[in-house]
């Protein structure tokens, strides 16, 4: 196995922040990739201000939220609406692979950093832009975040009961799964056909467009002009399929039973119950049973057992199953640990700190958390004068004016 990571060489001028984008850069910067994050200390990135904090303080780099989606990062901060800084930043795109942002159209153009303005100072750049709903038609100019964008994508349609308001997915989905996602594969396709043709690419995400890939089904049945609604916790191919109470306050076990095998086990498992065996309860006896007196069944017999002794006994018996774990629970997760995913870095102001580990392992070319998150442009300086050619004097002269710092 060798040290070398993927993206050894490669460096990324990354304008993005608040979620998708930042979950897009880090990565390529795990994987080895130089990342640069281009910050303002007049308008920090927002989650720089979002709890969780170090200790319950908030500040700028006391962000557990902003730590977990910049790992492997450095920081710069530029003002790029000074003509200097609009400068420094083109110099630093001239140096780098790819560019990448995800404002409201037109921003990165307002600031002399749109497309043509940068392939004027390297021709061969990965351009990645990532619009709320694209740069084209009578949305183009909507401003949105997750939240914002399951909604308008059919995400929070989806979630929750029938007959109550939806509840959506409890955090900003399309933020941490399919929009960032999506991007890398995109970034990283542009990579290698410009290490084949030498040419650079233009990738315009729409994170809306994105966000309806998480909804397929649904789209396709409404196509066929089938009414689609929500169905809680239902499976269309599974009962009981839902989240049953167990001893305890707040206890869980989720359970989905999709086969004969699977339902006798459980049976056998919840003690043969009587309701278990009538043949109201079997499509043998000609009739079929209500999912929610199903749901209400199994949920009474559910309710004396401890969650993690049925979720294993029911899994060692074939039954899908696993015991709802809150945070401190996943935390302490034995398959998370047995497989290293938790990882502790050094801040430089929260002190050792948690992370996730990547929960994709290369064999040959393993990622790895190079190290925390940034402190709030703790690089410029170097970025400035080891990479941009400033010399010391000019530096302090510019940091003196707000330029940099």
Known sequence: MTSTLPLDGVRVADFTWVGAGPFLTKP???????????????????????????????????????????????????????????????????????????????????????????????????????????NEGPHRNFRGYGLTIAAAGGLLGLTGYPERPPVGTGTNYPDHVPNPLHAAVAVLAALRRRRKTGNGQYIELA?????????????????????????????????????????????????????????????????????????????????????????SAVAAATLTRDANELADALTAAGVPAAAVSDAAQVLADPQLNARDHWKTLDHPEMGPSVYDNMPYRLSATPGRLRGPAPLLGDDTRDVCLQLLGLTPDEYEQLSAEGVVG
């Open 207 to 295: 994170q809306l467009e994105s966000t309806t890939n998480v909804i397929g089904p649904a789209l396709l049945a409404a196509a066929e002009g089938q009414h689609v609604k929500r169905v809680a916790n239902e499976d269309a191919t599974a009962a009981p399929h839902g989240v049953y109470p167990c001893a305890g306050e707040d206890r869980w076990c989720a359970i989905a039973v999709s086969s004969d095998d699977q339902w006798d086990a459980l049976v056998k498992e919840l003690g043969k119950p009587g309701w278990a065996t009538e043949s109201l309860y079997t499509t043998a006896g000609g009739r079929w049973v209500a999912r929610s007196e199903l749901d």
């Open 28 to 134: 390529l910067a795990d994987h080895g990739a130089d990342v640069i994050k281009v910050e303002s200390r007049t308008r920090t990135d927002p989650i720089r201000s979002m709890a969780p904090f170090r200790a319950g303080q908030p500040g700028a780099n006391r962000s557990g939220y902003f730590a977990n989606r910049n790992s492997s990062k450095r920081s710069i901060c530029l003002d790029l609406k000074s003509p200097r800084g609009r400068e420094l930043a083109l110099n630093l795109i001239a140096e780098s692979d790819v560019v990448a942002s995800n404002f409201t159209p037109g921003t990165m153009g307002r600031l002399g950093l749109g497309y043509e303005d940068v392939i004027a100072v390297r021709p061969d750049v990965i351009y990645l832009e990532m619009p709320m709903q694209g």
